[in-house]
């Protein structure tokens, strides 16, 4: 985690990844944080409207807290401006000097029309004007409008030309006004504009100065340039759209049109911040354009721009979860884009229907972020290392041990752990003795007497049942009976399966004895897991020898009910018996080999063991004892391997001992490898201590008979085993069935 957090190259990221209720989640955590500590927190971001394309909004990269003071100058400035344009355009000064503009145009128009009428009276006509507009009409002698009926025919016959040349002549005039009047409305909006200049050029200064980052200088220039080409919306109502955006889309207040997308705000920060991300979907990964209802529709705005995780811990850290973010591989490609581009880039994303009009397309943000990613090893091995892209980005694996020695430091570290959780979660202290039964049960869930599980987060909810079991007893201290009570309770919990399996035993459902001796026969220990609980359960091995030259025939093998570890045990005994019987002549004999009442699959060689006893059992017809239950891998040379699951196991058989009740000479053969993995109940302790229980530790096969039988093995580097041996009867045992097989041309492709 320290590699990866000191590389500011990009593709550094970091997969953590280890067992679940290890504290992987609170470890990184808890370690990213005080990583952060050090570091000056990062830039805030805004978005602000690009005047020139208002679909495409710009981000500026801020001082931290600097985006919330340009929020509040821009509300600020906003809210003066009405005050202070409405103050100059009402100014004496101001006011004058429109009226005389004003005036002097309205002479001008007075003049130009007053022309018109003497040209019209000339020809014996007037201009005059009304409601509907300009209108001409004929003047008798006297000067008095005249019907047109009542005209002389003389006058009558010139009328028409002489109305279009009025006519013609009115037309110019009215359009010489008008030019007059976009000229005055454009003296009008200069002066206007210098009003609201004078008002707004030392404003825009002033945050010019505060504010001085790249690029942000050009925007408030066009800031400036559109405020005083919208100086009429600053004489709305505040609540009423003024600023008519045309192309069909709906007007904006000042207020949102001037307004600051403050994006991240970091002025309240000490540090970068480290962001855990549960639900990484594309919106909450890269943020979302939301829409505003407005006159029947949904309608986008660029402060409505929301951000993602990837924008809270943008120059920071990114914390996601591996299998939240296998349920969402479409952010898992967009992410991979993230960083091979270096950018955050927000996208419209329609759930259905067509591409909403107008909708914002915001500039992309510079990525600058330390992604980690933490799950279990299967996520890294299945999902991410198949990924070229994933090798690329993430090129530190931080991998946390399933466990941990048990030495000093670690011992302090894990009693400190478990002493502020307890105190934290449940309100009360634990004692040394509780820390000490806690600490064994680690080692138990470990495998391991030196080592201590780092699925502590387990161990920490052993404590918090034993705290509620103390409080209930009144007490304010855990102490080691309540741990060892809320481990016997959490175990009656989930043990139902275990007990109905044994029950099964008990009323001779399922053929399992703990006494006697039995050619060919011997209880196998297995364990059972079912995710909650896992548990030991003897099962019975038997095997049938004859005369043929067939060798070991596993009958789960035969029937598709055996895994290839399975298989390749038996491969491996059949290795060993060639190896030690098979040197002066073949292999003769057959030998069907089966788990008892086996009805599911089995998988797994740590029968192997008990399975070449059962054999060897069978050809040299010694009875192996039923008081001992037998557990242990073995290689072609018959040494005895580690198994796991070694506690359970002899605890499968010690339950089954004590059910059918103690003779004093029952237990079990373990592999001496194991003898470390030994961590067991206080009752199987109290058992063995008494001489009720055994364990023997074996390092060969040889071992593992002797103990069975009660017979001297007999093995022997040269092949000549004592003929009252058990190995010196199954040789001549093979001896016999050679002969026989022979006799009877019964080898493939024999002949005398």
């Known amino acids: 985690m320290k590699f990866g957090l000191s590389m500011s190259e990009p593709g550094f990221n970091v997969f953590v990844l280890g067992l679940d209720r290890a504290g992987r989640m609170t470890a990184t955590m808890d370690y990213l944080k005080k990583s952060m500590e050090d570091h000056p927190a990062p830039a805030d971001w805004v978005y602000l409207n690009n005047f020139s394309r208002s679909n495409r909004p710009r981000p500026f990269s801020l001082e931290p807290g600097n985006g919330r003071k340009l929020t509040e100058a821009m509300e600020t400035l906003i809210s003066h401006l009405r005050e202070a344009f409405a103050s100059a355009f009402s100014a004496p000064a101001h006011l004058t000097e429109t009226q005389a503009q004003t005036e002097e145009a309205r002479h001008q128009v007075r003049d130009k029309f007053e022309t018109l009428r003497k040209f019209a009276r000339e020809r014996s006509l007037d201009v005059q004007e009304n409601e509907k507009g300009v209108m001409i009409v004929a003047l008798d002698d006297e000067g008095e409008p005249i019907p047109m009926d009542k005209l002389s025919k003389e006058r009558r016959d010139t009328a028409d030309a002489v109305f279009e040349e009025v006519a013609e002549e009115a037309r110019k005039t009215l359009l010489s006004t008008r030019e007059l009047e976009d000229q005055i409305g454009d003296t009008l909006d200069s002066l206007r504009r210098s009003a609201a200049s004078v008002v707004l050029k030392p404003r825009i200064e002033k945050l010019r100065e505060v504010f001085t980052v790249p690029g942000l200088k050009a925007w408030f220039d066009a800031l400036e340039a559109d405020i005083l080409d919208n100086i009429d919306a600053f004489e709305e109502p505040d609540d009423q759209p003024a600023i008519d955006l045309g192309d069909g889309k709906m007007p904006e207040t000042v207020e949102d049109r001037y307004a600051v997308n403050l994006l991240i705000d970091h002025s309240r920060d000490d540090h970068p911040d480290v962001v855990l991300e549960p639900s990484p979907s594309y919106d909450n990964l890269f943020g979302q354009i939301q829409y505003r209802p407005m006159a029947g529709g949904m309608h986008p705005h660029f402060s409505l721009i929301k951000p993602g995780a990837l924008h809270r811990a943008n120059g920071g850290v990114l914390v996601l979860r591996a299998e939240s973010l296998v349920e969402h591989e479409e952010s898992w490609s967009y992410l991979k884009a993230a960083l091979r581009d270096g950018e955050i880039r927000i996208e419209e994303r329609q759930k259905s229907g067509p591409p909403t009009a107008g909708a914002p397309e915001p500039r992309a943000i510079p990525l600058d972020v330390k992604i980690v990613i933490v799950g279990a090893p299967k996520y890294y091995y299945s999902f991410f290392s198949q990924d070229v892209d994933f090798r690329n980005h993430f090129r530190v694996k931080a991998d946390i041990d399933p466990d941990m020695p048990a030495i000093t430091r670690n011992i302090t570290t894990y009693t400190g752990l478990l002493t502020r959780s307890v105190l934290a979660r449940s309100g009360i202290a634990i004692d040394t003795g509780a820390i000490r039964q806690l600490l064994g049960q680690a080692s138990r869930w470990a495998g391991e007497r030196d080592k201590l599980s780092a699925q502590i987060e387990r161990v920490e909810d052993v404590a918090i049942e034993a705290g509620a079991l103390a409080k209930t007893d009144g007490r304010t201290t855990i102490r080691a009976a309540d741990v060892k009570r809320a481990i016997e309770e959490r175990r009656h919990r989930n043990s139902r399966l275990e007990d109905r399996s044994h029950e099964r035993v008990q009323r001779r459902e399922v053929l399992i004895d703990s006494f006697g001796s039995v050619v060919g026969q011997v209880n196998a220990l297995t364990v059972l897991d079912y995710g909650d609980h896992a548990f030991g359960l003897p099962a019975r091995v038997t095997a049938r020898s004859y005369v043929g030259n067939l060798g070991v025939l596993n009958i789960e093998r035969m029937v598709d009910l055996s895994g290839p570890l399975q298989q390749k045990s038996v491969m491996t005994i059949e290795g060993f018996l060639k190896s030690r019987f098979a040197q002066e002549f073949p292999l003769s004999f057959a030998c ?137 009867r199954a040789m001549e045992r093979l001896r016999r069935n050679d002969v026989l097989l022979r006799e009877r041309h019964a080898y493939p492709g024999w002949s005398e």
């Open 592 to 728: 069907s080999v089966t788990f008892e009442q086996n009805y599911g699959g089995i998988e797994g060689d740590s029968a192997s063991l008990a399975e070449l006893c059962a054999i060897i059992s069978a050809i040299s017809q010694v009875p192996l004892k039923q008081n001992i239950g037998v557990t242990g891998s073995m290689n072609q040379f018959g040494e005895a391997q580690v198994v796991g699951g070694i506690a359970h196991k002899i605890e499968g058989f010690y339950r089954i001992c004590a059910d059918q009740g103690f003779t004093g000479d029952q237990g079990v053969i373990v592999p001496a490898a194991n003898a470390e993995n030994i961590i067991l109940r206080d009752e199987v302790v109290h058992a063995i201590r008494q001489g009720k229980f055994n364990i023997w530790t074996i390092d060969n096969i040889s071992d593992a008979i002797e103990i069975l039988t009660g017979k001297p093995c007999g093995d022997s580097a040269d092949g000549n085993y004592p003929a009252d041996s058990v190995f010196g």
